[in-house]
Nanobody, 126 residues
Framework: VQLQASGGGLVQAGDSLRLSCAAS????????MGWFRQAPGKEREFVAS????????GYADSVKGRFTITRDNAKNTVYLQMNSLNPEDTAVYYC????????????????????WGQGTLVTVSS
């Protein structure tokens, strides 16, 4: 599957952004999807994931209550709505597709995801 992330940019603390990730190349609706981020000098970290059906979602503690992951299987797209952004959210954000067909639980480790988008940069100024 090919993934194309978009929607990043430069915003101020407290602002909102919505990231999108368009998928192509295989049946999108049968795979859990995730968002990860990587700040300069840090390891890639889990942000959120959503089940293949869209019925379940999980979040990192650092974004819980501020970020929302959704998907539109008809459009082969997953979204990350980010509210109340702060400078600690500055990173390159990557979308990723689960390795396993219809995995029955939400993965959080990067190794569980087999396809990655190119990343979109989010910069939050204070």
């Amino acid at each position: 599957v090919q993934l194309q992330a978009s929607g990043g940019g430069l915003v101020q603390a407290g602002d909102s952004l919505r990231l999108s990730c368009a998928a192509s190349g295989r049946t999108f609706s049968n795979y859990n999807m995730g968002w990860f981020r990587q700040a300069p000098g840090k390891e890639r970290e889990f942000v959120a994931s959503i089940s293949w059906s869209g019925g379940f979602a999980g979040y990192a503690d650092s974004v819980k209550g501020r970020f929302t992951i959704t998907r539109d299987n008809a459009k082969n797209t997953v979204y990350l709505q980010m509210n109340s952004l702060n400078p600690e959210d500055t990173a390159v954000y990557y979308c990723a597709s689960d390795l396993v067909f219809s995995r029955p639980y939400l993965p959080v480790r990067p190794a569980a995801f087999g396809s990655w988008g190119q990343g979109t940069l989010v910069t939050v100024s204070s």
